[in-house]
């Protein structure tokens, strides 16, 4: 019995051991459930064109387009009508020049420049300063610029009379700066001479005195693009 009573008690406890180990067994036997992963939101990728850095740019040739309608108003559209100047021949009198004509009533005339173009492209002066100065500033009021075109090359093309008045300044000076579009129907040009004339009148519209019509001391000039 002595002998036996070991042995019992081994058994014992070893059975009670396995009793013991039963949950933990069934805890290691059970799978557990894995969460599965949830699909991550992915940012929205926007594609923008990637610009041609070495890319040859084609210019754009200008061309200009002559306006069907006159640019300056007509003379004799306006209410008040003015009188259209004359032009006379060379006088015969002894004492007089045809090169150095006296103006009665302008002491002066001066012209910034001797041509004023026209058209696209790097032709300059685009306008000029005509500055006159006249003689009776008491009764002066205002003085007009006549101008019309007259081609070079043919002389029988001729264009219509405009007029600009001119802006009044101290000690009986009037300036204007005159472009292509003050001359009527410039585009019908390629090299004109510019034939001007300046009228003086008093605030009655009475005319005082006008100057001889210049014929070739300003031009006209269509300018040409340059070709790329």
């Excluded at 081994?10 to 459930?33: D, Q």
């Excluded at 740019?57 to 200008?62: A, E």
């Amino acid at each position: 019995m002595k002998r036996l009573f070991p042995i019992l008690l081994a058994v014992t406890f070893l059975l009670n051991g396995c009793a013991g180990l039963a949950p933990i067994l069934e805890m290691i036997a059970t799978p557990t459930s894995i969460p599965q992963d949830m699909p991550t939101p992915q940012p929205t990728v926007t594609l923008f064109p990637t610009p041609d850095l070495f890319a040859t740019l084609t210019p754009t040739p200008v061309t200009f387009t002559p306006p069907t309608t006159p640019l300056v108003r007509n003379p004799t559209e306006t209410s008040t009508p003015f009188p259209t100047p004359t032009f006379k021949p060379p006088s015969t009198v002894a004492g007089d020049s045809f090169f150095t004509p006296v103006n009665k009533g302008f002491l002066t005339i001066l012209l910034s420049g001797g041509a004023v173009y026209w058209n696209s492209g790097p032709c300059s002066p685009r306008s000029i300063k005509v500055t006159a100065f006249v003689s009776d500033i008491i009764h002066t009021d205002y003085v007009l610029l006549f101008m019309r075109p007259r081609e070079k090359s043919d002389t029988m093309l001729l264009g219509d009379w405009s007029s600009v008045e001119m802006i009044p300044g101290e000690n009986g000076r009037f300036l204007y700066e005159v472009g292509a579009r003050n001359i009527r129907k410039y585009y019908w040009f390629i090299q004109a001479w510019v034939e001007y004339q300046l009228v003086a009148y008093d605030k009655d519209g009475v005319e005082l005195f006008r100057s001889q019509v210049y014929d070739k001391t300003l031009s006209l000039i269509m300018c040409r693009p340059i070709n790329p």
